[in-house]
């Protein structure tokens, strides 16, 4: 009876920080299938006294982090405490930021729309529980690894704009080099918070448990669709916390949510308020590598790529870096970064193996030979094979050289060089299906 109203997401990302050591204390930050409680200390242990001592490092990554998404930083900014229990919490609070984040009032550019990023703050993580054989365990490794929060406007309005984020700000923290964003180890973690417009009251469902950027998608949507039918029967779905289940392809309730007043955030006592200098701030925007986005853009220009190429050669700075330095080597030889990007993208080019002058030799090799057109070669082949009957029976009872005899009649058929294997690959397949008349 009601008009469906207009979905509204925003988005919550929690991002591990790869440096050496944790956030408060000089504990490994490398937890991952690491041996439980071996990367412990009395400070991220939460022993009564322990004192922590901020991670410059992680802190100037965070401000790092803040300015590639175009935030303002704060000059004077502060932790506090976010008090709750839960087993995997020893001090019974988080160390987080509230009211003063290192970083706020953002955006980001997803599908030519403008995403706007609330805030970019610095936390520490907690300790991870463990089910085994009806018992919970606790390991607390992963107790005050350094995590960023990056905190978006509710700005979208359909799944497939939040997958493209996510992708972004994973490229983005790679690109920084600060985490490997790698959800299946944790060390990146997504929480849509999803509603519909035109209820009576406000509400917001966020959505935990999705580890892959191919159960976004399918989240949200489900949710999307719940909520719309709950609407649609004139009630108002519940404000609460649900966890997406990939298996039944549902979300299920988790918990009602907090108010943020029931966490009783406190300045952190321990630590003292941090403030900028304006050259502080500068050096560390220094540090910023060239982004994704504006690389994207310059390679296009330079190098008078299609923008599905210049996409793909971004993805990553080690592609990026590889097609440049190629592009370095080949100008040498009058090879065009357009036959370069070409040559990468089309033979799937291992860059971890393929040394840039190899490349460009391939390249200089294949050059001389003409590309065939595919329709004329598959003709030209039919006819061989028709006035052949001979050599394909005897490629049929097993002679290896019948094939060979095949392709040089066929490449007598066309006046340039052409690539043996080419044909040799068309004659083949073309030879499975052969019937001979
Ligand atoms: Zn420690
Ligand atoms: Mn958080």
Redesign the pocket.
Known sequence: MNEIGKPVIGLEVHVELKTKS?MF?G?PADHFAKKPNTQ??P??LGLPGALPVPNQQAIEWCVMLGKALNCETLLFSKFDRKNYFYPDLPKGYQISQYDQPFCQKGWIEVNGKKIGITRVHMEEDTGKLIHEGGSTLVDFNRS?VPLVEIVTDPDFDNAKDVKAYLQKLQQIVRYLEISDGDLEKGQMRLEPNISITGTKKPYKVEVKNINSFSFVDKAINYELKRQQEIIEKGETPVQETRGWEETAGITKTQRIKEEAQDYRYFPEPDIPPIRWTNEQLRKIESQIPELPDAKLIRFKKEYQLMEYDAEILTRDTLMANYFEETVKVGVKENISPKQIANYIINRKVNITEVLPAKVIGNILQTKNIVQIDEKELSKVIEEILKSNEKAVSDFRKGKENAIMFLVGQVMRQFKQKVDASVIKASLLAKLEKWQTK
């Open positions: 944790k204390c504990c412990t200390c400070v991220c005050g």
